[in-house]
Structures are given as structure tokens and as C-alpha cells.
């Protein structure tokens, strides 16, 4: 990758992390478009994982810490994984997938893990839970779909003026 390209992609990131800084109403932020975003854009994993996440853990000493970062922080890892299926082909209907995949794992993953902390484990808290979350949910698609548009539109657009910063194939070109 060219630090030119890095540079685009990195400024793309801290934009992003802005999102959870910035006034907005709940879960429509960022974050979990930049995970698919990370992982379909990064080859390195290093920082595939490691740019979503050490944005995500800047915001929230910013914002404030919570007894489920642990659970956050590994649904946002499962999506950035998930964005990994789209390094070799980023097509639109591939990236609304992985945006809609990500969601819903997130959406069930971080409530299971609320409902086993905070609940008394009752089935009424279980579905309670899970309603309750719908608000937020819709927001999240919100947000992830809308973010997602933007960051890869962005990358599409820039690639599109600069051919220069296209990633460059690691494989042999046909003579």
C-alpha cells in the first residue's frame, strides 16, 4: 500500500471515529461501517483490527467506559472479519451483505452479552431485552448502511479520480 493510499484511507478512519464525538442520535455512528470498511480496505490484518479498534477504544476515554467493552470491542472485531470477505471483491451488493451481516451479529451478540450481565436471566428479560433494543438496532442499520455508503463511496470516488491510489493486485497480470 502507498502512504499516499494510507494516507486517504487513514483520513477515512479518523472521519469515522469523529461520528461518536460528534452529536448524533443513538448507535447512528460510524463504527460499525469502519469495521467492514478496515477489513475489506486493509490487507494487513494488524491494522484491519487495529485501527476500528484502538479508534473505537479513544473515543470511548472520550466519551466513557463501560462494563461491555469486552463484548463491543469482539462484535466489532467479528465485522471487521466479516469485511475481510470483501478484500478481493467489493461489489455493492457484497458490501450491503457484510453491512447487514455485521449489524445483526452485532445487534445479537452485545444484547445476549447485556441480558447475561445485567439481567436476572429470565426468558421475560431475554425477550424484553431484545425488544427493547429494536430502536436501537434500527438506528445501527442507520448509521452502518449510511457510513458504509460514504466510506467506500469515498475510496471509489478518490480511485476514480487518482488511478494512482488504487490498491495495487498482488498477482501476476495476464500478458
Not at 470477505?85 to 451481516?101: E, F, I, K, M
Request: proline content about 5%.
Amino acid at each position: 500500500m502507498t502512504w499516499q493510499r494510507f494516507a486517504v484511507l487513514a483520513s477515512l478512519v479518523a472521519f469515522a471515529v469523529s461520528t461518536r464525538l460528534l452529536p448524533h442520535p443513538a448507535n447512528v455512528t460510524a463504527v460499525g461501517a469502519l469495521a467492514i470498511f478496515a477489513g475489506a480496505m486493509f490487507r494487513d490484518w494488524r491494522l484491519a483490527l487495529g485501527l476500528p479498534l484502538a479508534a473505537l477504544l479513544l473515543s470511548d476515554l472520550a466519551i466513557e467506559l463501560h462494563a461491555m467493552i469486552p463484548v463491543v470491542y469482539a462484535s466489532f472485531a467479528a465485522s471487521v472479519l466479516i469485511g475481510r470477505w470483501l478484500a478481493t471483491s467489493r461489489t455493492v451488493p457484497g458490501v450491503a451483505g457484510a453491512t447487514l451481516l455485521g449489524a445483526i451479529q452485532f445487534y445479537v451478540v452485545t444484547n445476549f452479552a447485556n441480558w447475561v450481565v445485567y439481567d436476572e436471566r429470565s426468558v421475560e428479560g431475554f425477550v424484553g431485552c431484545y425488544v427493547a433494543a429494536i430502536p436501537f438496532f434500527r438506528n445501527s442499520l442507520a448509521g452502518d448502511f449510511g457510513y458504509v455508503a460514504a466510506l467506500f463511496g469515498a475510496v471509489w470516488v478518490v480511485e476514480a479520480v487518482a488511478p494512482a491510489l488504487r490498491e495495487r493486485s498482488t498477482l501476476p497480470q495476464a500478458a
